[in-house]
């Protein structure tokens, strides 16, 4: 189907014609009627399926067939997501759609790292707000912003959100929000705790569970290399020059190691940077921009941070080393083979992991041949 199709105003279809979509990805067609509807929704659907326009453009449709009202600090949509980056994605996402409409709709993101004077200023006549919890909740407190007329409430990334210690800060925004409310919550994966979540936070809900084809599942080629903690490094370049790797997502389990992988790329001629928790938000924007443009060849990232990672054709990923959570390993290989460009995605495996990376495969139900990289020349 055509997004014509949907029941969406004529200047939101112009827009979405301007930004080159077509037809709605399958948890687009399924999700903009229900939420247009006013219906609380659970969706699942993988990383770079087109969440964010799901709900985006039904809640610019609602508020379009509005008229305005008075301009305050009460924003009648709150969106809640895990990390800054992804924070200004989603903007990004709203702000294109929202070009050129009869009334003009302000959104804008709010999160830590930086001043939060301009934040406060700038808060005043937005009715769409992006938000990551911390920084929501230091606005709250200094009375920059009231949640009392939030009519519709979104948790993008809703399971990352309920595994990164967000819970108690969660909740005392929850109290702050009007008991009356649509709630939508997205997410990749189907965790127990988001499961439960639901069941607390959702009326009468819609749940929509995209699964994957097997079609998709075959954009990403799924390699990977038995090796030691020692050779890791001199595997990692070896693979980048001999396959010319240009645009490589590389990924660690600390913020540490991405410092150090990053720092022994460099000093090998590999142009790297790492992007985590610990740098300053204009750091992490411009090498994030740097990294989005090909002007830099290897971005090494943590997990939280991938979750504003957003690259249509990311030709690789490389899983320096393992994570914890099957669930954080879909959506580190989910970072390429997107927009039905193929990609790879390469795992290192020590001989201690193997038990575990097995586990990994089985429920992501997929099968990799391993290469055991001792006998490489590095």
């Known amino acids: ?58 809640i610019l449709n609602t508020l379009l067939a509005r008229h305005q009202g008075e301009r ?71 009375n920059a912003v009231d949640l009392y007329r ?85 595997l990692l370049r070896h693979l980048i020059r001999e396959q010319d790797m240009q645009q490589v997502l590389v990924f660690t389990s600390s913020r540490y190691s991405a410092d150090k992988v990053a720092y022994k790329l460099e000093k090998n001629g590999i142009q790297a940077s790492p992007i985590h928790g610990k740098r300053s938000q204009s750091e992490r924007l411009e090498t994030l921009n740097a990294f989005k443009s090909g002007k830099l060849r290897v971005l090494v990232a943590t997990d939280l941070i991938s979750r504003g990672i957003d690259i249509n054709e990311l030709p690789y990923v490389i899983n320096y080393e393992l994570p914890r959570s099957p669930k954080d390993f879909v959506h580190r290989v989910g970072r390429t083979g997107r927009a039905d460009a193929k990609g790879k995605a390469i795992t290192f495996v020590t001989k201690e992991e193997t038990h575990h990376f097995k586990v990994i495969l089985k429920k992501m139900k997929r099968y990799v041949d391993m290469v055991d990289s001792e006998k490489m020349a590095l």
């Open 1 to 58: 189907m055509s997004f014509s199709k949907l029941p969406l105003h004529p200047s939101l279809l112009a827009n979405i014609t301007m930004l080159g979509y077509e037809t709605p990805t399958p948890i687009q067609e399924q999700a903009i009627p229900v939420i247009m509807q006013g219906r609380d929704l659970l969706g699942i659907a993988k990383t770079g399926s087109g969440k964010t326009a799901s709900f985006a453009l039904p």
């Open 72 to 142: 305050n600090r009460q924003p009648k949509v709150l969106v809640v997501v895990p990390t800054r980056e992804l924070a200004v994605q989603v903007t990004e996402v709203f702000k294109d759609l929202s070009r050129n409409l009869p009334q003009s709709i302000k959104s804008m993101a709010a999160y830590g790292g930086v001043s939060i004077n301009p934040q406060m200023k700038a808060l005043y006549g937005v009715e769409i707000l992006i938000a990551t919890p911390g920084r929501l909740l230091d606005l709250i407190r200094s």
């Open 150 to 234: 939030v009519e519709t409430l979104v948790m993008d990334e809703a399971d990352k959100m309920m595994n990164l210690g967000f819970q108690k800060e969660m909740e005392e925004i929850f109290q702050r929000l009007p008991k009356q409310r649509q709630n939508l919550l997205f997410s990749a994966t189907l965790s127990d705790k988001l499961a439960g979540l639901h069941k607390v936070l959702l009326h009468d809900p819609t749940i929509i569970k995209i699964e994957d084809k097997a079609e998709e599942d075959s954009l990403i080629n799924l390699s990977g290399f038995f090796v030691s903690d020692e050779r890791k490094g001199p």
